[in-house]
C-alpha cells in the first residue's frame, strides 16, 4: 500500500511540491481525512472486476481509495494542472485511466465501455445537479452513485412530498433511484475547509421507475412547471408553464388532483397521474 494522500500533511506536501493554487471557480476542496475515503469506498462496495467513473480526482485522494480496491477506475478531471500531478501521485496504480476533460460535455459511453459501472465522486459543488442529472438523464449503465454533495442538497435529493426541501431534484433523483444519506461530512475533513456541511448519498439505480407513465417528457414538464414558482398554486404554474391553458382543469379532473395544491405537496405517483390524464 502506498502512503495515503488523504492527510492534510500529504496533500499540503503535494500541493507545495507542485506549486499548486487551489482554484475556487472549479469548486476544488481536497479531502484530508482517510477515515471518509474509506468510508466512501465501502459504500460504493466495489469489487476488483468492477469499473468506476470518478469524476474531479483532483490529485488523486479518493482515485487512491478506490484503486486500493483494485477495481478499474476512469477519473475526469477538468483542471489541466491537475493531469501531470495525478500522473505523479497515482503513478504506483495501473489500473486507473486519467481523461482529461469536462464531465458535463464528453462521452461519457465512449471513455467507459464496461456493460456496468459505478460513479464515486466528491463532486465540484458548483456543477452538483447538472452533473447528477446528465448522468440520470443519458441512461447511462450506471447501478449506483455515492457522491459528496453539500449537505444541504442531499437533503433535498431525498426530502419526500410535503416539506421545503422537496422539489423538481427531489422527484427526479427518485425517479431514478432509491437515494441514501449515508454519512454527514464536516468542513475540516477538507483543505480549504467549505463553508458548509457535506454529506455523502449513495443514489441505486432503480431497473424500473416506480410510476408508470407513458410519456417520460410530458412527467418531467408537468413536475417542473408545478415547481416553477413555489408560492402559486398548481392550477396556475401549469397553465403559467406550458400546459395547454384551456386543458388544464379537465387534465387535473382525470387525474383526480385539486388544482389549489401546491406542488410540493405532490407525490410521484400524483405527478404520474397528472402526466398521463395530459393526452
Ligand atoms: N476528488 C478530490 C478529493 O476528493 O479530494 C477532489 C474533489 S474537488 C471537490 C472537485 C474536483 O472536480 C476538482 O479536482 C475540480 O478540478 C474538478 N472539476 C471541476 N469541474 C469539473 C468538470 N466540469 N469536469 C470534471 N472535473 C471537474
Known amino acids: 500500500m502506498q502512503p495515503r494522500i488523504a492527510k492534510r500533511d500529504v496533500t499540503l506536501h503535494i500541493l507545495k511540491t507542485f506549486g499548486l493554487h487551489m482554484s475556487k471557480k472549479l469548486g476544488q ?23 468506476v467513473l470518478e469524476i474531479g480526482p483532483g490529485i488523486g485522494t479518493l482515485t487512491q481509495g478506490l484503486a486500493e480496491s483494485g477495481c478499474q477506475v476512469v477519473a475526469v478531471e477538468l483542471d489541466a ?11 504506483g496504480y495501473n489500473n486507473v485511466r486519467i481523461v482529461h476533460g469536462d464531465i458535463l460535455k464528453i462521452d461519457i459511453s465512449r471513455e467507459i465501455l464496461a ?26 449503465p450506471i447501478e449506483r452513485l455515492v457522491t459528496m454533495v453539500q449537505k444541504e442538497v442531499a437533503e433535498r435529493m ?22 441514501e444519506i449515508m454519512f ?46 413555489r408560492r402559486k398554486t398548481l392550477t396556475n404554474n401549469l397553465k403559467g408553464a ?21 406542488g410540493e405537496t405532490l407525490s410521484l405517483d400524483e405527478f404520474a397521474a397528472i402526466a398521463n390524464a395530459w393526452e
Open 29 to 51: 476542496n481536497f479531502l484530508i481525512d482517510e477515515n471518509i475515503v474509506d468510508k466512501i469506498v465501502s459504500a460504493a462496495d466495489i469489487k476488483p472486476e468492477e469499473t
Open 81 to 91: 494542472r491537475l493531469i501531470d500531478i495525478l500522473g505523479k501521485t497515482l503513478s
Open 115 to 140: 456493460e456496468r459501472y459505478k460513479v464515486v465522486a466528491n463532486l465540484p459543488y458548483y456543477i452538483t445537479t447538472p452533473i447528477i442529472m446528465g448522468l440520470l438523464e443519458q441512461r447511462l
Open 158 to 179: 431525498v426530502a419526500r412530498p410535503g416539506g421545503k426541501d422537496y422539489g423538481a431534484l427531489s422527484v427526479a433523483v427518485q425517479y431514478y433511484t432509491e437515494p
Open 184 to 229: 454527514i461530512v464536516p468542513p475540516k475533513s477538507f483543505i480549504p475547509a467549505p463553508a458548509v456541511e457535506s454529506a455523502v448519498i449513495r443514489c441505486i439505480l432503480r431497473d424500473k421507475p416506480p410510476v408508470d407513465i407513458n410519456d417520460e417528457k410530458k412527467f418531467f414538464r408537468v413536475v417542473k412547471a408545478a415547481f416553477a414558482q
Open 242 to 262: 406550458g400546459l395547454p391553458a384551456d386543458q388544464v382543469q379537465a387534465i387535473l379532473d382525470t387525474a383526480g388532483i385539486d388544482g389549489t395544491r401546491r
